[in-house]
């Protein structure tokens, strides 16, 4: 396993589009973590699952935000009517929770870099 | 006040300098705690992992935690160029349920 993989890896789009990024997961990690990171910032949390529950959602995500872990394997991060303040990187992490006999450190993808025109 | 506070450089060291890195906190439940290298446009890769208070080495890497004071460090020994990234931060409840970073500080390390 090569670890996190998030795709596309920079998405270019006008204001008022529709994105969806996608995020493969270490494959026996049992929890997925989406952050956005904007320029000189750390990461923000936006959402976490456990297996394919959503268990917290930061008040960051607004109503144009929807992540999804279908089946408890990758997950996708879509942004509805893009605006240009969304631009940013959105960074996907997982992780092997100590129920699981894990550590719980995050380990990341390279991120899917987003520029709202 | 942000969770997390860390000193965003940059900092500017000779090759084979000893670099320091620290980030204080606010929440004493915070129990693990995590230094990240971050490349530019690249996503953090893990450095070091701790729990509770106390000293971790790796290599050339020490992470040093003081939960008394709600204070992290991490030192590098025999910094090289390639050291040359964005140091992040971050810690986490007992649960993991998030994790919060510091802003990240950027290190350059010159020949």
């Known amino acids: 396993d090569t670890g996190v993989s998030q795709n596309p890896r920079h998405k270019i789009t006008k204001r008022g589009q529709n994105v969806t990024f996608r995020c493969d997961p270490i494959?026996?990690?049992?929890?997925l973590y989406w952050y956005r990171q904007t320029l000189g910032q750390g990461p923000e949390f936006l959402t976490y699952?456990?297996?394919?529950?959503?268990?917290?959602k930061s008040r960051l995500l607004s109503d144009r935000f929807s992540a999804e872990r279908p089946k408890g394997s990758f997950s996708t991060l879509e942004i509805q009517r893009t605006e240009q303040g969304d631009s940013a990187m959105y960074l996907c992490?997982?992780?092997?929770?100590?129920?699981?006999?894990?550590?719980?450190?995050?380990?990341f993808g390279e991120g899917s870099r987003l520029t709202v025109l | 006040q942000k969770e997390v506070e860390q000193d965003p450089g940059p900092l500017s060291v000779p090759e084979g300098a000893i670099v320091s890195l620290n980030c204080t906190y606010s929440?004493?439940?915070?129990?693990?705690f995590m230094w990240y290298r971050q490349y530019s446009r690249k996503g953090p890769e893990l450095l070091m992992y701790?729990?509770?208070?106390g000293n971790k080495e790796d290599g050339r890497f020490t992470a040093q935690v003081d939960k008394s004071s709600k204070y992290i460090s991490l030192f590098i020994r025999d910094s090289q160029p390639s050291d040359s990234a964005t140091y992040l931060c971050?810690?986490?409840?007992?649960?993991?349920?998030?994790?919060?970073f510091g802003s990240g500080t950027k290190l350059n390390v010159k020949p």
């Open positions: 992490a997982s992780s092997l929770h100590r129920d699981r006999g894990g550590t719980g450190e995050l380990f």
């Open positions: 494959s026996e990690h049992n929890r």
């Open positions: 699952f456990q297996n394919e529950a959503q268990l917290e």
């Open positions: 929440n004493s439940a915070f129990q693990y």
């Open positions: 701790t729990y509770s208070s």
């Open positions: 971050a810690m986490s409840v007992y649960n993991f349920n998030k994790f919060y």
